[in-house]
Nanobody
Framework: QLQFVESGGGLAQPGGSLRLSCTVV?????????LGWFRQVPGKEREGVSC????????YVADFAAGRFTVSRGNDEKTVHLQMSSLRPSDTAIYRC????????????????WGKGTQVTVSS
């Protein structure tokens, strides 16, 4: 079992910035290869955003986010941040913290390993 605590979503103007944070609390014996984010618009498939390895500093950032979003680990392996800058209206989505894997650039299909999500809205 996992519990995710997500924060930082909200309303931003185009060109503005937001910083998302996620802390995961794992049950006994549970391991994960990485922690990151995907985003989803209701009715559409999920779209990977970023992932940070749990073992080193390797990262994955989606092409649409390159140069605009920066993913980083917090004070320990249980926390991840997504610094979002130069936001566009197309970035509007629910951003969900999730277990992920950097080498394969994938996110777990098991929704038990997803957070509830935080809404990001970019609008003028």
């Amino acid at each position: 079992q996992l519990q995710f605590v997500e924060s930082g979503g909200g309303l931003a103007q185009p060109g503005g910035s937001l910083r998302l944070s996620c802390t995961v609390v794992s049950g006994p014996g549970l391991r994960h290869s990485g922690l990151g984010w995907f985003r989803q618009v209701p009715g559409k498939e999920r779209e990977g955003v970023s992932c940070v390895s749990s073992k080193d500093d390797s990262t994955y950032v989606a092409d649409f986010a390159a140069g605009r979003f920066t993913v980083s680990r917090g004070n320990d392996e249980k926390t991840v941040h997504l610094q979002m800058s130069s936001l566009r209206p197309s970035d509007t989505a629910i951003y969900r913290c999730a277990l992920c894997d950097v080498p394969s650039r994938t996110y777990t299909p098991n929704s038990e390993y997803w957070g509830k999500g935080t809404q990001v809205t970019v609008s003028s």
